[in-house]
Structure formats: structure tokens, C-alpha cells
């Protein structure tokens, strides 16, 4: 099959009601369009090639930012680089176990969507996950020592890299695409409790092609659900290139009938405006939309399979010179005069201190004890009645 792959011949792919340009992925090319202000809202302007449309306009290029907003979501990406940084280093030292599949690189669209929807959104994804826990009411501390199996995980040590939830975040998955129908269904949910909320339902190229998606894709059209199918496509399941996985690599046209936008993953300006975009389009009744993020991970499939990237160093040192989205950041923030370098430093500093102490005290979190193994399995007050010949109250739930 590989070698069929191979040498499949090179087809000119045929794309209907799609917008024919390239799609511009630098992570810098974003321009201002009246002089930048330290305390009010200022407008920019995204590059002309930030965003594909299938069967909908594209969103608008210009873009209302702030100071404060801008330096937030600076931080925010430098503390999510230095958190999985630290994972690495946690699974080199082997007190990290298993599969850990970690983000760096895509810090833009964990961070941009946060800062584009709100704390009743609803967000699944699978089981590059570290930072949406994170940003959706986790903590750092949370989820290292959920990675190194301590109680005070935020699974209590017992999920591991791919199982951490919160109220509004439904967890990092571990079956390839099986998130997709599930954010289907926590769609359908809000949509009967008539709440006007967005659920984001999160997969990779890698599962774009299992048939539980496109199941998923046509119920969501069928009932109209307030559903953002978001793919992250950074180019590679585990180690195959989305070119030899799928005779249709530009994933925000697949949904059929369901309209389609591709954004720039690597500026987090875009990412955040994308994700507006398409919160505004299922919170208004207009049925599900299909949101492509092209980004790019800068280490391999998981830290159990490094090499599984086929990437050189140098492409990477290229990718990072020019793609990098908080390198972008930073330069927007300099160049338009709204903080220095050494400004910058002082929060990549807080940063650094910040996961620093988070791995320290989880560290420091003890493992679980063995008479714990069967506790949590039910969420407290769902647990039935009787549990293979025993009384509710004679089994703790915590």
C-alpha cells in the first residue's frame, strides 16, 4: 500500500465553490491600519490571503485588537510553549509514561479560540489536548501531574495525556475521530436546552477521513446544530502527509452541503477573527460550519514516536523563522510600539517561573493509592443503586 502511495500519479483536483488562491500561512503578515493606541481598541488589517471560503463569504480582513488583548494572548502562548516544553523534558527524564502528544508549534489555535469565544462555548478535541484544559478552567499544575499520574492531576492521576475535563471542555480523546459525533452530540444538547452557545468539535487531518466524521457532519446538517467541526490540519497524521492520506487535502470542503472556511492557524489574529466568524454563524441559527486551521507541529506524532514527523532540521528552523506564531506576535507587539523586547522578556520570564513551580508541586503530588483504582468511575450521584451485589453507600465516590 505504501508503495502504491508512492507512485499514485499527481492529479489536477477539481474543487468547486472554492476560492482558487493559496492560502497565506506566515505568521506575521498582518498590517495596522491606523496608528496603534495603548488604551483604546485599534483596527488592523489581515493579509488578503487569510482565509478560503467554501459555500459562504469569507470574514472580513479587518480586525479590531487591543493592547491588552494582544499581550494577554502573548502570554498565553508563551505559557503553553513553556508547559508542553516542560512535558518533554518530564518524558526524556522518564517520569512521563505512555503516549503524550504535545502542541508545540499550534499554540495560535488553542489561545486564538479561546480568545474568541466564551466560558459557556463548548470544546472537544482529541488527544493533543494539554492546552485547551488548560485554557478552559484547568491549571498547569493540573495537567503535569495528571502526565505524571499524581492525585493531584486533574483526572486524579488515572487519565493520563488524553483524558482531562473540565465543566465547558469535554476532554482530550483517545480514539482517533470518535470526538467528533460526541461534540455533535453536546451540540444537539444545547441546542434542545435552548442555550445560544457554540460547541467547537476538534480533529486532525489524520481523522478527517473516518466515516464517524462524515456521520457526524450529516446529522449536523440534518438538525441544523450550533456545531464548529474545527480540523487542525498541521499537515501530518502521525507520520503520513495529508497528501498521501486524502485525495482531498483542503478539509474545509468536505462537509457536503456544510459551509466551509479555511483560516491561517499560524496568526493568531486570524485565528481569533475565524473563530468569531464561525461562533457568530451557528449561535445565529444558520446550522453547522466546518473551520480548517492550517498549522504546523514542530515536534513528531508523540513523544513515544519522535520521529514520526519526516521533517528536517532545517525545514523546521525555516518553519520557526517565519511561521512560528509567537515569534509573529511578538513582532506585531514591537513594531507597532505597544511593548519593548525587554517587556516581553518579563513575561516570558513570569512564564518560565510560572510552569516551573506547576511541575514542582506536581511533582511533589503523590501516586494514587491502589485502594483508589475504582473510585470516579461515576460522576458523583449518577452511580446506580446496587454495584454488582453492593450498596450504593458501601462504595466512596469522590
Given at each position: 500500500?505504501?508503495?502504491?502511495?508512492?507512485?499514485?500519479?499527481?492529479?489536477?483536483?477539481?474543487?468547486?465553490?472554492?476560492?482558487?488562491?493559496?492560502?497565506?500561512?506566515?505568521?506575521?503578515?498582518?498590517?495596522?491600519?491606523?496608528?496603534?493606541?495603548?488604551?483604546?481598541?485599534?483596527?488592523?488589517?489581515?493579509?488578503?490571503?487569510?482565509?478560503?471560503?467554501?459555500?459562504?463569504?469569507?470574514?472580513?480582513?479587518?480586525?479590531?485588537?487591543?493592547?491588552?488583548?494582544?499581550?494577554k494572548m502573548y502570554k498565553g502562548m508563551t505559557t503553553i510553549r513553556r508547559m508542553e516544553m516542560a512535558a518533554d523534558a518530564l518524558?526524556?527524564?522518564?517520569?512521563?509514561?505512555?503516549?503524550?502528544?504535545?502542541?508545540?508549534?499550534?499554540?495560535?489555535?488553542?489561545?486564538?479560540?479561546?480568545?474568541?469565544?466564551?466560558?459557556?462555548?463548548r470544546v472537544i478535541t482529541a488527544y493533543r489536548c494539554h492546552p485547551f484544559a488548560v485554557l478552559r478552567g484547568g491549571s498547569i499544575k493540573g495537567v503535569i501531574a495528571e502526565l505524571l499520574g499524581r492525585v493531584d492531576?486533574?483526572?486524579?492521576?488515572?487519565?493520563?495525556?488524553?483524558?482531562?475535563?473540565?465543566?465547558?471542555?469535554?476532554?482530550?480523546?483517545?480514539?482517533?475521530?470518535?470526538?467528533?459525533?460526541?461534540?455533535?452530540?453536546?451540540?444537539?444538547?444545547?441546542?434542545?436546552?435552548?442555550?445560544?452557545?457554540?460547541?467547537?468539535?476538534?480533529?486532525?487531518?489524520?481523522?478527517?477521513?473516518?466515516?464517524q466524521v462524515f456521520e457526524a457532519f450529516n446529522m449536523a446538517k440534518l438538525w441544523d446544530l450550533p456545531c464548529v467541526f474545527v480540523c487542525e490540519n498541521n499537515k501530518y497524521g502521525m507520520g503520513t502527509s495529508a497528501e498521501r492520506s486524502s485525495s482531498n487535502t483542503e478539509y474545509f470542503t468536505r462537509g457536503d452541503k456544510i459551509p466551509g472556511i479555511q483560516a491561517n492557524g499560524m496568526d493568531i489574529i486570524a485565528v481569533q477573527k475565524a473563530v468569531r466568524y464561525t461562533r457568530e454563524w451557528v449561535t445565529s441559527g444558520k446550522g453547522p460550519i466546518i473551520l480548517e486551521f492550517v498549522t504546523y507541529r514542530y515536534g513528531g506524532h508523540s513523544?513515544?514516536?519522535?520521529?514520526t514527523t519526516y521533517r528536517t532540521r532545517e525545514e523546521i528552523q525555516r518553519m520557526r523563522s517565519t511561521?512560528?506564531?509567537?515569534?509573529?506576535?511578538?513582532?506585531?507587539?514591537?513594531?507597532?510600539?505597544?511593548?519593548?523586547?525587554?517587556?516581553?522578556?518579563k513575561l516570558d520570564k513570569e512564564a518560565k517561573a510560572e510552569v516551573d513551580k506547576a511541575v514542582e508541586e506536581a511533582k511533589?503530588?503523590?501516586?494514587?493509592?491502589?485502594?483508589?483504582?475504582?473510585?470516579?468511575?461515576?460522576?458523583?450521584?449518577?452511580?446506580?443503586?446496587?454495584?454488582?451485589?453492593?450498596?450504593?453507600?458501601?462504595?466512596?465516590?469522590?
Open positions: 500500500m505504501a508503495s502504491l502511495a508512492r507512485i499514485r500519479p499527481r492529479l489536477p483536483r477539481k474543487l468547486p465553490l472554492a476560492i482558487a488562491r493559496a492560502l497565506n500561512t506566515s505568521a506575521d503578515s498582518t498590517q495596522l491600519s491606523e496608528d496603534a493606541s495603548h488604551s483604546e481598541p485599534f483596527s488592523v488589517k489581515l493579509h488578503d490571503d487569510s482565509f478560503r471560503s467554501y459555500r459562504t463569504e469569507t470574514p472580513g480582513l479587518d480586525v479590531e485588537v487591543t493592547k491588552d488583548g494582544l499581550l518524558y526524556k527524564q522518564k517520569l512521563i509514561r505512555g503516549f503524550c502528544h504535545l502542541a508545540i508549534g499550534q499554540e495560535a489555535v488553542s489561545v486564538g479560540l479561546e480568545s474568541g469565544i466564551t466560558p459557556e462555548d492531576g486533574m483526572s486524579k492521576g488515572k487519565g493520563g495525556s488524553m483524558h482531562m475535563f473540565t465543566p465547558s471542555f469535554f476532554g482530550g480523546n483517545g480514539i482517533v475521530g470518535a470526538q467528533v459525533p460526541v461534540g455533535a452530540g453536546i451540540a444537539f444538547a444545547q441546542k434542545y436546552m435552548n442555550k445560544p452557545v457554540a460547541t467547537y468539535a476538534m480533529y486532525g487531518d489524520g481523522a478527517s477521513n473516518q466515516g513523544m513515544s514516536d519522535p520521529g511561521q512560528d506564531p509567537i515569534r509573529g506576535l511578538q513582532r506585531y507587539i514591537e513594531e507597532w510600539g505597544l511593548a519593548s523586547e525587554g517587556e516581553l522578556k511533589a503530588s503523590p501516586f494514587p493509592e491502589p485502594k483508589d483504582l475504582w473510585k470516579n468511575v461515576y460522576y458523583a450521584g449518577t452511580e446506580p443503586a446496587y454495584l454488582r451485589g453492593r450498596e450504593r453507600e458501601e462504595i466512596h465516590y469522590y
